[in-house]
């Protein structure tokens, strides 16, 4: 499981100033020893040592290649070695499971799709964390031609959960209740987990290989069958040796609306969501006879079709929706200032519609201040697949986490 040891001082030191150099080399490799200490700001022979422990492993390997505006012999620079080394990335989402065997540069090798049935009223169908045992060992027994060295797992879900220690309180569709999932994966494979909240780790895919990538400071709001966010704060997410999860779905919007699923009145959940939007447009139907969602079955894709076709009720409850969300995102940039808001949703089908009401909403509501050149940009990805996972595992190589359990082999 992710639990995070504690090291002494100089443990941690050497822990951090290895995942600084793992990053360099991976962001501007090939990259030279010299240039390495320069950005590094690590002295040479420091430098030396740890670059000599990751030849070693095999994490490293030095290439020629001609530095810019040099035109005398090729430097020797250093690579990321990443070809030999495996790990698991795993998405849990309500009735599928997705298994995908990556190598760490993050490039996918093999990955499967499978069922994972949501249980019946009565069911007693056994436990989900014995399906999910199961379903790893297969993949592996099915994919074992394939495997190299297996570093790590990394998974991703919806619901309530304790990243550190990989237990998770609440899924939704599933009788869950505080499966030990890091914990009992972790006995069985002998690899260290890392299991976090599927939005968090989307954000947090986004600031390493996609559209936040290289901004310090962000917000990344997801609309879906739920609503929630993600936040990148000096470059790191936000909470997430915890609940890192912004639980904005459940802030009450209108204390006298319609009541939450968690008991309360009027949140943002109830007026944002997917459902809750294809459930206004359909009371408003009968009355907006002239639309052509009359003519159509209702559903997210049709909807954002009509509202590109200019059709006024798809429009209004898409805008509708946009406001809500600026609303709470105008709390949000007051409080993180970010350089920038990423939505991720099936509604960016209808960006052009969703995205205005969204941004005047913020910059009517927030400090101009930090509003003004505030960047509002949809996801890179659509769905993230477990690119998500993927970002755990490069986080926790950046972070030195897990290279230190590479590196002590």
């Known amino acids: 499981m992710n639990q995070e040891s504690q090291p002494g ?14 990053r360099l080399i991976d962001q501007h490799g090939p990259i030279s020893r010299i240039e390495l200490s320069k950005r590094a700001q690590l002295a040479p022979a420091s430098i030396t040592k740890i670059v000599r422990e990751m030849l070693d492993a095999h994490l490293v390997q030095e290439t020629e290649f001609q530095e810019p505006g040099s035109r005398g012999r090729p430097a020797i620079g250093l690579v990321l070695d990443t070809d030999a080394w495996h790990y698991l990335a795993m998405r849990i989402q309500p009735g599928q499971l997705t298994l995908t065997l990556r190598d760490l540069s993050s490039r996918a090798l093999q990955e499967d799709r499978l069922p994972l049935p949501l249980p019946l009223p009565h069911d007693s169908a056994q436990p989900l964390l014995q399906t999910l045992q199961e379903q790893v060992n297969a993949f592996f027994v099915r994919h074992q031609h394939k495997l190299e060295r297996l570093t790590a797992i990394a998974i991703t879900l919806p ?4 990243a550190p220690s990989g237990v998770v309180h609440r899924m939704p569709g599933y009788d869950v209740q505080d499966m030990p999932l890091g914990e009992t994966l972790a006995a069985r494979t002998g690899l260290p987990v890392f299991v976090q909240h599927d939005i968090s780790a989307w954000t947090l895919a986004e600031a390493l290989f996609g559209a936040s990538r290289g901004a310090q400071d962000v917000i990344q709001i997801v609309i879906g069958e739920t609503v929630g966010a993600g936040v990148i704060s000096a470059g790191h997410l936000l909470h997430k040796s915890g609940r890192a999860l912004v639980e904005i779905g459940h802030t009450q919007i209108d204390p006298y609306g319609e009541q939450c699923y968690c008991g309360n009145h009027g949140c943002l959940e109830t007026v944002a969501s997917i459902g809750s939007l294809l459930q206004l447009a359909a009371q408003r139907l009968p009355s907006q006879p002239e639309s052509v969602l009359n003519h159509a079955p209702l559903t997210v894709q049709s909807l954002c079709d009509a509202a590109q076709q200019g059709d006024r009720l798809a429009r209004d409850v898409i805008a509708g929706v946009g406001h809500h969300i600026g609303r709470m995102l105008a709390m949000m940039v007051n409080i993180f200032n970010p350089q920038r808001i990423l939505i991720g949703s ?30 509002l940009t949809p996801t890179a990805f659509a769905d993230p697949g477990t690119l998500g996972a993927a970002a755990l595992i490069k986080d926790a190589l950046y972070g030195g986490t897990l290279l230190v359990k590479l590196l002590q082999g």
């Not at 443990?11 to 150099?21: E, L």
């Open 159 to 162: 619901g309530l959960l304790h």
């Open 9 to 22: 001082h100089i443990d941690q030191i050497k822990q951090t100033n290895a995942g600084v150099v793992y």
């Open 346 to 375: 099936p509604l960016n089908l209808a960006g052009d519609v969703l995205f205005p009401a969204v941004i005047n909403t913020i910059r009517q509501q927030a400090l101009p201040a930090y509003s003004q050149t505030l960047q």
